[in-house]
């Protein structure tokens, strides 16, 4: 009888690992449940809230810098107004600024030591009732 090459055995052995591996995650993810809410994140149109009037604070020091954000969230009929609002300004950062409701439909987002201007490349909002 012809043994199996070293070869074939170790990747057979990762093969299994990763399949082990794989459904162990599944069995997690299979039992999630959610609450019914509105809530939305994204850099597309997501069915919940739409932000608008976006409004950056900025320090003129050198280098200038995001001091803080501004900005309108209005509600889809279906959804009632956010009760937790943050938002993110660098995409590559982890970083995420608590917002408060400043009136109306306003929300207002402080960044505390600011960040470069140049730095800010996108505003994700993320709104939950």
């Known amino acids: 009888m012809a043994r199996m090459p070293r070869r074939l055995v ?15 995650a599944y069995a997690f993810t299979a039992g999630v449940s959610v609450s019914s809410s509105s ?6 149109p997501v ?8 409004h950056y604070w900025q320090n003129f020091a050198n280098p200038p810098s995001a001091i803080a954000v501004q900005f309108k969230i209005t509600r889809d009929e279906d959804s009632g ?8 300004l660098v995409s590559s950062s982890s970083t995420w600024y608590s917002c408060f409701h400043a009136g109306s439909n306003v929300w207002y987002c402080g ?18 009732n």
């Open 10 to 24: 170790r990747i057979a052995g990762i093969a299994v690992f990763a399949a082990a591996l794989s459904s162990g």
């Open 39 to 44: 809530a939305g994140s994204g850099s597309d």
């Open 47 to 54: 069915s919940g809230y739409s932000v608008s009037l976006v």
């Open 81 to 88: 107004m956010p009760g937790t609002v943050w938002a993110k």
């Open 111 to 128: 960044v505390p030591g600011g960040v470069p201007i140049a730095s800010v490349d996108q505003l994700r909002v993320v709104a939950v």
